[in-house]
């Protein structure tokens, strides 16, 4: 267990502590003395290397919780962790090349960014590992770590990147550094204490990459629902995190700095909140608890459209913002390892590690699509509530879901 919240935790750390600094890192060899690209084609290198990651992590996650599933847990976290030393270090290196070497540098960018979203698609091989370490009944709580890892890597990486770069005097290779080291412990605790958890009398099919096995685990009829609800959940949070930055300087004027400060308590409310579940889960059924969550999120984000809506010019309600964003948050902490627990319980124990990996994989494609279209949403209206607009809808597409996934069994 201590393995796999760090495995999810290095994930979203890494993850946390690039995401702020890289259209930074970027612009100077986008730029004049780089390739000189207008605006326009700026700001879309710069969306390419923020979706690629997310576009490795629904390929492949599937991937590797098919190989889990037939060759174990074990290699597989182990190999996503080495990856993750590797690639965070090529970033770090990519981003002290001189501006003249533009071309080279976003190429080992990109790679980088590829190379951490493929060792990132783990996350469902480490809901894999709960499955296989818990009983039904203790599920929901145990996939409840994942959430807190989630969370803790949220918050922790903005202020790690933030305090990272002052201490190594704002060098742009701190930050690769910083993900690449974390990564690295992360890889030496695992390989000194993490023992294999998968039951070797499973058989599990010998394909990897089969987009007939996907399609057959969005068929069943107790797992393809949930999925689709995942889905449409992240996409609407992604919504919010997407525009979050957006948002405080627009509503409140806030700069970069205080941003950190914002995600770091984003992240910190998603820990609580996993924290809180995890004692909930004991006493009410997945299914309650997601419909919980749904209900929460949809105040949280009405709320968030509430505030932009009102907000001029810096003159937006703090504490109105505050509220909104840790229902929001809350709720999403309850969605989360509901929607996971129910999928393991629902799945064949020899293709946990698949099944899960579909599940993961639709969240990856939904953190696509979200950003990409509340981005585009957020531009578009002048008052800035459109994003969380859509994504209210989305969450009352889930709603219309539910009674297809309470009370069914395996």
């Given at each position: ?6 495995v ?84 770090g ?36 590992v ?19 890892a ?21 060098q ?37 990459f ?47 700095e ?54 001029d ?5 703090k ?43 639709f969240a ?16 578009a209206d ?29």
């Amino acid at each position: 267990m201590l393995v796999v919240f760090l495995v999810v935790f290095i994930d979203l750390l890494g993850f946390g502590i690039v995401l702020p600094v890289m259209p930074r890192q970027a612009e100077p060899y986008l730029g004049e003395k780089g390739l000189a690209l207008s605006p326009a084609a700026a700001g879309v290198a710069i969306g390419v290397l923020f979706s690629v990651f997310s576009l490795m992590q629904f390929v492949f996650s599937p991937v590797w919780g098919r190989i889990s599933d037939r060759v174990g847990r074990r290699p597989v976290l182990l190999i996503s962790l080495l990856g993750s030393v590797v690639f965070y270090a090529l970033y770090g290196f990519a981003v002290t090349l001189p501006a003249e070497s533009a071309a080279l540098a976003l190429g080992l960018m990109l790679a980088a960014r590829i190379g951490a979203g493929v060792a990132g698609a783990s996350v469902g091989t480490a809901a894999a590992v709960i499955a296989d370490c818990t009983t039904p009944e203790r599920r929901a709580k145990g996939m409840a770590l994942i959430g807190i890892a989630f969370g803790a890597g949220f918050t922790f990486g903005p202020l790690i990147a933030y305090f990272g770069l002052a201490a190594f005097d704002q060098q742009p290779w701190g930050v690769g550094a910083l993900a690449s080291g974390l990564s690295l412990v992360a890889l030496l605790l695992a390989v000194g204490i993490f023992k294999e958890t998968r039951d070797p009398s499973n058989k599990a099919g010998k394909e990897f990459f089969s987009m007939a096995r996907t399609a057959e685990v969005l068929r069943m009829p107790t797992v393809g629902p949930l999925v689709l609800i995942y889905f449409l959940a992240i996409c609407a949070f992604a919504n919010l995190e997407a525009t979050l930055a957006l948002l405080t300087e627009a509503a409140f004027g806030m700069s970069v700095e205080d941003n950190f400060l914002v995600f770091a308590f984003v992240g910190a409310v998603l820990t609580f909140a996993g924290g809180l579940y995890r004692p909930l889960a004991k006493r009410g059924a997945e299914h309650r608890l997601l419909a919980t969550g749904l209900v929460l999120m949809i105040l949280g984000l009405a709320g968030m459209a509430g505030v932009a809506w009102t907000a001029d010019a810096g003159t937006g309600s703090k504490p109105m913002f505050y509220l909104a964003v840790s229902v929001a948050v809350v709720g999403f902490a309850f969605v989360n390892p509901s929607v996971s627990a129910l999928v393991s319980k629902r799945a064949d124990p020899a293709r946990q590690g698949e099944v899960l990996g579909v599940n993961q994989s639709f969240a990856s494609l939904g953190r696509i699509i979200g950003p990409f279209v509340g981005s585009v949403a957020f531009q578009a209206d002048p008052r800035h509530a459109t994003p969380y607009l859509l994504a209210v809808g989305l969450l009352l597409l889930v709603a219309a879901l539910l009674p297809r996934v309470r009370g069914e069994r395996p």
